[in-house]
Every structure is written in structure tokens, then in C-alpha cells.
């Protein structure tokens, strides 16, 4: 595939693509970056220290489901803020 002209400059095409495939990389970036923030308040304030305290088991097996079903929701609640 050509990717430059006879001038030497970068076809139109290539440059579109290039533009869309960095908008995609930034877009993830700056979630990202705005997730990593809010985890980090939430941790800087004891947030999680509620949930951890409220975890009562000796079973490795209903850990496992607890933190399956803690994740879940809230990881939702997270995205949403």
C-alpha cells in the first residue's frame, strides 16, 4: 500500500486513520486518568475501609464471591460518578 504521494507527503487517508486512532487512545487515556482520580479520593477519605470492614469470613471460597459481587456493583457505581 502507498502511504505517501509522489511529493512525499502522507496521503489523506493515512492521516484520517492516524487522527481516529489517536482520538480512540486519548479518549481511553483521559478515562482512565479521571478513574484512576476518583479511586484515589475515595481511598484517600477511608471509603473502601467501610466495605473491608464489613467483610466477615474464614471461607477462601465465599471471599472469592463477596469480592465477585462487591466488584461488580461497584465498579458500576464508580463508572457512573
Known sequence: ADFYNSGGK????????????????????????????????VDAHQGFKVVTNAIKTDSKKQLFWIIGFLTFFLSSILNNL
Open 10 to 41: 502522507a496521503v489523506d487517508g493515512v492521516l484520517g486513520e492516524l487522527k481516529e486512532q489517536l482520538s480512540e487512545v486519548s479518549d481511553i487515556c483521559f478515562f482512565l486518568l479521571a478513574a484512576s482520580t476518583i479511586v484515589e479520593v
